[in-house]
């Protein structure tokens, strides 16, 4: 039972001198008596320094308690507080407060007023957030907030430069609190007992740190960067999902004690690591020299038109049945071989079909050789000579500075007599065709070079702007466009002189195509900036029979560098171990468009996934009496298949059944969706948008969506196309276009800007094989292919009255961008962007005036409103806002700027920002559900702002967001970047 108080006149016979006589220290020892209240004479012993009032029964203090101004240590551990008593807040002297064990909820701000606390022990209550004002206690040396249900610290934390210890073990924390980074003076870091997964790569900035604990988690990876920690005394990681240790933590100059049981460790394995850390030590040291001798290995791939003998060249070359009973590829096999000369080929078997093509460039990397080959029975020098060059061109975009050995198939079906002459004779038609396109391609970039070089003369020796097809270019955007071409000029790809003609039926010319890859393989001239290895660490081994283990069809580089730490393999050797498993054709690397470079852990299973997406023979593909489909009915049947063939549409359900061996799970079809949108396959869209509660963690059902495959889509023009974009523009009214010349547009690069630019492109829309009408903004916006005599054209335009001019940037510019990206991903094609004269449009002129596309990186010229028409010498003219683009933000980092705030943003914070931003909850759906990592969420919702809010998205927007949602610290880390000085946050 509770106790009374102590009865009045008894309190100061208790009090005694807690630093011994003579002190003056006076304190008073209430504790364990079952008080449920304090006598009300308490707060008359206004010299009171130290009070121990804990393991009691009290539910508030009295009012008198207020007066203890001199109280520097408050002990109310083990009551019944349900909050901080008002009292409290009084004691401006406290330097230390224990209100552990108790019932608290929240911690109110008035005790973030305590200027002078330097040990705050608030731990086991049940506290779910921190205030931000705890910022305020700048002589907080201690905080403990152990055993509550904190989801996050405060950003107020990194205020707290005095602290030493910080407690917040046994709470739900799911992120590390990157906050602590900043606190350089921090001694001990207790974060065991919560659900952190992963940790910050920056954790060695505390270098100060002496303890850390972070043991009963479920992280899975240590960074390196914990070998930063030079102070570092204990280290406890036990209980967690660990598969390795970083090499180098047995270093640790002061590291004394480290647990680390009861994980799944394989690097350092359990027996060692119960040895200690000397043992780790030596183990690691061992592993990192340790080298094991290796064959030769070499990525092959085989290119060429349909029928050129691919599948059987393969087949003759590894030694099996090389009759002409091979079935055609479906889409692209790769195929292993291990020669007799101790050489092991990755063979890239691919299918010369056209409807394949636009899936095969993902596999075309810079570091493989190149077979192209051609039926040479077939070849005609006239009619060949285009095939010739769409195969090389194809290369060339895609893999410059890649070898291309150049072989001749079908040599059999020459007769006997004559075999030897007519292959020779064909072999050097063949030989003249590709110098020709040499030739040619040569001219084309010299030409140009010429005209940019007189422009940049011009420029340089006078003042004034002459007319000249560049006028009105940056210098700086000439000098740009001129280094480009000589790059291309010096990059193409290198066709080797000799053409090797061969015939799998006879074997005729295979020894010496063999001997040929042979050589390659050992030849250091064939790939100058890959040296060929002959022996490589064991621990790289490893690491490639892990990636081979995953079962992702693709992951991010971060993810590689953890298993990297399981193999044992150096952070700084993981880009080198990467590259070279990607140049003997272990592993592909792939840069979407829209985000970072991301890894195919297993090529065969990636092929063999696409593969189930695409097939020549629809019928077969597509049998209704497939297995597949056993759960459609007839009705679902024929509108499912109707909807790819002719529109370009799978629902969700067809999609599983089609693809149902690789996506058993929610997740595998998240992250095989992902894939395809970022090889540029395919996007998805809802069938009916609904708009959920904020608050709803509800997840996007896939029956709610369909997925659109541009390659699909119907050849032929939509009727309806016609009546809602009219050939000429109405009166009154002012047509915008900035397209792109391409001499060649490789297959796939049209689908890949549609996939790329859905979201701008909205689900308003109607799509064929050529173009995508859609409305943007309450615009008519029209994105097309043509194919003319010189090459390709990509254009996109949108329409408005005179008076609405200004606003069709905001519709076209967002798509240029992203063609402008897209285009990235093919470094060796030529292409020239363009904006389309507003007056030839106008007037239906068959050959319009194109601006040079260098216009859109130059700043309007100041006081020029018209520009003369060329195509009429000058009689008439155009809108120079119809030519030249707003000014952009001038701001040259805003990439930077976004790669900081996704980097910082914590998880909870990101629909926040997304509202401010003016973005809709369906929007922000639309992202978790498009992107399954988490990181790559954060980066896609500022790349959607800044593509649709194009005006308006600059720093100082994304600041005053920042700002708005009280994320202060991550706004001053903007300015930061951007080289201002942070704001004051502080009131003078």
Same mark, same amino acid.
């Given at each position: ?56 029964? %009290?539910?508030?203090? !009295?009012? =008198?308690? $207020? /007066? +203890?101004?001199?109280?520097? #240590? *408050? @002990?109310?551990?083990? &009551? ?46 049940? %506290?779910?957030?921190? !205030?931000? =004002?705890? $910022? /305020? +206690?700048?002589?907080?040396? #201690? *905080? @403990?907030?152990?055993? &509550? ?46 659900? %952190? ?7 060695? /900035? ?5 303890? *850390?604990?972070?043991?009963? &988690? ?46 799944? %460790? ?723």
């Amino acid at each position: 039972m509770a106790e009374e108080p102590p009865a009045r006149g008894t309190l100061r016979s208790r009090l005694r001198e807690s630093d011994g006589a003579g002190s003056g220290r006076w304190s008073l020892d209430l504790s364990g008596q079952y008080l449920a209240a304090l006598p009300t004479e308490l707060g008359d012993i206004t010299e009171l320094v130290v009070l121990d009032v804990s393991r009691n029964r %009290l539910e508030s203090f !009295p009012a =008198g308690t $207020s /007066q +203890l101004s001199a109280l520097a #240590e *408050l @002990n109310a551990a083990h &009551n019944i507080l349900v909050q901080v008593p008002p009292e409290v807040h009084q004691m401006s002297m406290l330097a230390c407060l224990n209100l552990s064990c108790n019932r608290l909820t929240n911690l109110p701000d008035e005790v973030t007023k305590l200027g002078s606390l330097r040990r705050l022990v608030l731990d086991m209550n049940k %506290l779910t957030s921190l !205030p931000e =004002g705890i $910022s /305020q +206690l700048s002589s907080l040396e #201690e *905080l @403990n907030v152990g055993g &509550n249900n904190l989801s996050y610290l405060p950003e107020g934390i990194s205020k707290l430069t005095k602290l030493k210890r910080l407690c917040a073990d046994s709470n739900v924390l799911t992120a590390f609190p990157v906050q602590v980074l900043q606190l350089s003076g921090l001694e001990e870091l207790l974060l065991n007992h919560n659900r %952190l997964s992963d940790l910050t790569d920056n954790l060695g /900035q505390m270098t100060g740190l002496k303890t *850390l604990r972070l043991n009963s &988690n479920r992280i899975q990876t240590l960074p390196d960067s914990v070998l930063g920690l030079s102070q570092l005394e204990e280290l406890d990681v036990q209980n967690n999902q660990l598969g390795a240790l970083p090499l180098g933590v047995g270093t640790l100059p002061r590291l004394a004690t480290l647990h680390v049981s009861n994980n799944p %460790l394989v690097q350092p394995p359990p027996s060692v690591c119960g040895m200690g850390i000397e043992a780790i030590r030596r183990y690691q040291d061992d592993l990192a020299s340790a080298t094991t001798a290796v064959p030769h290995r070499l990525k092959v791939v085989l290119v060429g038109p349909a029928g050129g003998g691919k599948s059987t060249i393969v087949r003759a070359l590894i030694g099996g049945n090389h009759k002409n009973d091979v079935v055609p590829t479906h889409c692209a096999d790769i195929v292993p071989w291990n020669s007799d000369d101790n050489v092991e080929f990755s063979l890239y078997d691919t299918s010369g079909r056209g409807v394949y093509q636009a899936w095969h460039s993902w596999m075309f990397t810079p570091d493989a050789l190149y077979l192209l080959t051609f039926n040479l029975y077939d070849l005609d020098p006239e009619s060949s000579q285009q095939d010739v060059e769409y195969w090389l061109d194809f290369l060339n975009a895609k893999v410059p500075g890649a070898p291309v050995c150049m072989v001749g198939t079908h040599t059999d079906e020459f007769t006997a007599a004559l075999r030897a002459k007519k292959v020779a004779r064909k072999c050097k038609d063949l030989s003249e065709m590709v110098q020709k396109w040499s030739q040619d391609r040569t001219q084309d970039i010299k030409a140009e070079c010429q005209v940019i070089q007189g422009a940049i003369a011009i420029k340089e020796s006078t003042n004034k702007e002459p007319v000249h097809p560049l006028s009105g270019v940056g210098l700086s955007a000439l000098q740009r466009r001129l280094k480009h071409l000589q790059k291309l000029k010096e990059t193409r790809i290198q066709v080797w002189e000799e053409i090797v003609p061969v015939s799998a039926t006879t074997m005729s010319g295979i020894p010496d195509l063999r001997a040929c890859l042979v050589t390659a393989a050992s030849n250091a001239t064939v790939f100058p900036s890959r040296p060929r290895m002959t022996s490589v660490p064991l621990s790289w081994l490893t690491l490639e029979k892990l990636l081979l283990q995953q079962p992702d069809f693709w992951m991010r580089r971060e993810d590689c560098g953890r298993l990297a730490v399981q193999a044992g393999v150096p952070a700084d050797q993981v880009p080198q171990v990467l590259e070279h498993l990607q140049a003997v054709g272990s592993i592909v690397m792939i840069t979407p468009h829209h985000g970072k470079e991301k890894v195919a852990p297993n090529p065969g299973r990636l092929l063999a996934f696409l593969c189930t997406l695409v097939n020549h023979d629809t019928e077969s593909w597509l049998k209704e009496e497939s297995a597949r489909f056993q759960n459609f009915s007839k009705v679902q049947y024929l509108e499912a298949r109707s909807d790819l063939l002719q529109h370009g549409v799978m629902s969700h359900s067809m999609l599983c059944a089609l693809t149902a061996k690789y996506t058993r799970t929610t997740q595998d079809q998240v992250n095989a969706l992902e894939l395809l949108r970022g090889l540029g396959l395919s996007y998805s869209v809802r069938k009916t948008p609904q708009r959920k509660d904020q608050n709803s963690n509800h997840k996007n059902s896939g029956n709610d969506w369909q997925h659109c495959f541009p390659v699909y889509c119907r050849d032929s023009l939509p009727s309806e196309v016609g009546m809602r974009w009219v050939p000429l523009p109405p009166v009154n009214t002012d047509q915008l276009e900035v397209g792109c010349h391409l001499p060649f547009c490789p297959p796939g690069l049209f689908s890949h800007l549609r996939v790329a630019a859905y979201r701008h492109l909205g689900t308003e829309r109607v799509d064929w094989q050529t173009g995508v009408l859609t409305q943007v903004a309450d615009r008519a916006l029209i994105l097309q292919k043509s194919n003319t005599k010189d090459g390709s054209h990509i254009t996109v335009a949108s329409r408005a009255c005179v008076e609405g001019r200004s606003s069709l940037w905001q519709v076209v510019l967002p798509v240029a961008d992203i063609l402008s990206q897209v285009l990235q991903c093919w470094p060796g094609l030529r292409h020239h962007l363009y904006v389309t004269c507003a007056h030839c449009l106008r007037k239906g002129v068959t050959n319009p005036h194109r601006f040079s596309g260098l216009l859109l990186l130059t700043a309007p010229p100041p006081g020029i409103t018209l520009l003369d028409c060329p195509s009429t010498q000058g009689a008439q003219t155009v809108q120079a806002q119809l030519v030249y683009p707003p000014h952009r933000d001038p701001d040259q980092k805003m990439d930077s700027v976004l790669e900081v705030v996704a980097s910082k943003l914590e998880l909870r914070d990101w629909r926040r920002l997304g509202r401010t931003f003016g973005l809709t909850d369906v929007e922000l759906d639309d992202i978790r559900y498009d992107f399954s990592d988490v990181q790559e969420q954060k980066y896609q919702l500022l790349w959607m702002w800044r593509r649709r809010r194009r005006s308006i998205a600059t720093a100082k927007r994304l600041v005053s967001a920042l700002k708005e949602i009280e994320l202060h610290d991550l706004a001053n880390a903007v300015r930061e970047t951007l080289g201002y000085k942070p704001a004051n946050q502080t009131a003078t």
